[in-house]
């Protein structure tokens, strides 16, 4: 089996490169999905977030209210340090229960988006990085997501910068260009990885 770390900032088309991999035969991991399903309705995760943050940050459905939550823990790194002690063991099993699944020549790729801002690196095999400029990526932020630039950049400066990303990286792809620029590259990609099993 090859782990594979997938991270690429906001707007570089990391999801869609993890999408593009799954249909060539990747197992995907997608750390946002199990972040998710570890606080979904009637789960230990969301029961242990109620517990430490009230009742508050559910919804009228029982799901949580995720604008509540981040309203609460956004501002305070206390408060975010005691939500990530919740979550980010949740999602550490579930991923290795996923992984488990796993054949011995399978791809297994981690699709983590903050892999370079917590030091994850050194968790994978390999570690690539979907790549854009940043005019790029605030190009897609403003006119597929609806943000204005300053909301554009203001979350690409609260992640890590193009440069610390492009340092961790074992692989870079470029998407700099359209889907149809991209789909070849990822192809190549994938033949790369399959070598390396």
């Known amino acids: 089996m090859l782990r594979i770390g997938l991270t690429g900032g906001i707007g570089a088309g990391k999801s869609e490169v993890s999408g593009q991999l799954a249909a060539l035969g990747a197992l995907i991991v997608d750390s946002d999905l199990i972040a998710r399903e570890v606080v979904a309705p009637g789960t230990d995760g969301l029961r242990a977030v109620v517990a430490e943050f009230g009742p508050s940050v559910l919804r009228a459905d029982g799901s949580l209210d995720r604008p509540a939550l981040g309203a609460l823990v956004f501002a305070d790194p206390e408060r975010l340090a005691a939500l990530n002690a919740i979550v980010h063991p949740l999602v550490r099993a579930r991923s290795a229960e996923l992984e488990a699944a796993a054949g011995e020549r399978d791809v297994v790729v981690h699709d983590v988006p903050l892999l370079a801002e917590n030091g994850l690196a050194p968790l994978y095999d390999q570690v690539v ?5 940043d005019e790029v990526r605030i190009d897609r932020l403003v006119r597929l997501r609806g943000m204005t630039e300053a909301e554009a950049r203001a979350r690409m400066a609260a992640q890590a910068d193009r440069q610390t990303r492009l340092a961790i990286a074992d692989l870079v792809i470029d998407n700099s260009g359209t889907l149809a ?6 192809q190549e990609l994938w033949e790369t990885l399959q070598k390396r099993v």
């Open 181 to 186: 620029e991209l789909a070849p590259r990822v």
């Open 129 to 133: 990085v979907v790549d854009a400029s």
